[in-house]
């Protein structure tokens, strides 16, 4: 259901979490740590970090962390930042967004669940 993306970044945060507050992890020991490759982790990780979804810094001492500021951060967030296709406007029968002036058979049923889908994302917190 998820993009392998978003999967990956979900369980990133989920293990960044476990780390002390404040401390960074290097994104290699988070790598092997959470099981994803390095070189696509560190994709996600720039994603992340330009929503503000993590911090990092370079260096001997760097790595990522979760912001210290960090508001709740919620699945959603993470969807929202890796433009996962499950936070999508797009309509259920086609590629465009859906359109309300002449919307498609499956249009009310759809947003039912991508509504449901979006609660539930926002309820899943990271922090």
């Known amino acids: 259901m ?3 993306s978003t999967k990956y970044a979900l369980k990133a945060l989920l293990h960044l979490r476990e780390v002390p507050r404040g401390e960074f992890m290097q994104v290699t020991a988070l790598s092997k740590k959470a099981g994803i490759p390095g070189p696509y ?5 720039k994603q992340l970090a330009t929503r503000q ?3 990092t ?8 962390r979760l912001p210290l500021k960090a508001k709740s951060i919620s699945f959603y967030d993470v969807c929202a930042a890796l433009e996962d296709p499950i936070v999508s406007q797009r309509c259920f029968l086609s590629k465009s967004p859906c359109n309300l002036n002449s919307p498609c058979v499956m249009h009310a049923h759809w947003s039912r669940i991508k509504d449901a889908v979006a609660k539930f994302l926002k309820g899943s917190k990271i922090r």
């Open 2 to 4: 998820l993009a392998l």
């Open 41 to 45: 982790l560190s994709k996600i990780i």
């Open 53 to 55: 979804l993590v911090e």
């Open 57 to 64: 810094r370079r260096g001997l001492s760097g790595g990522v």
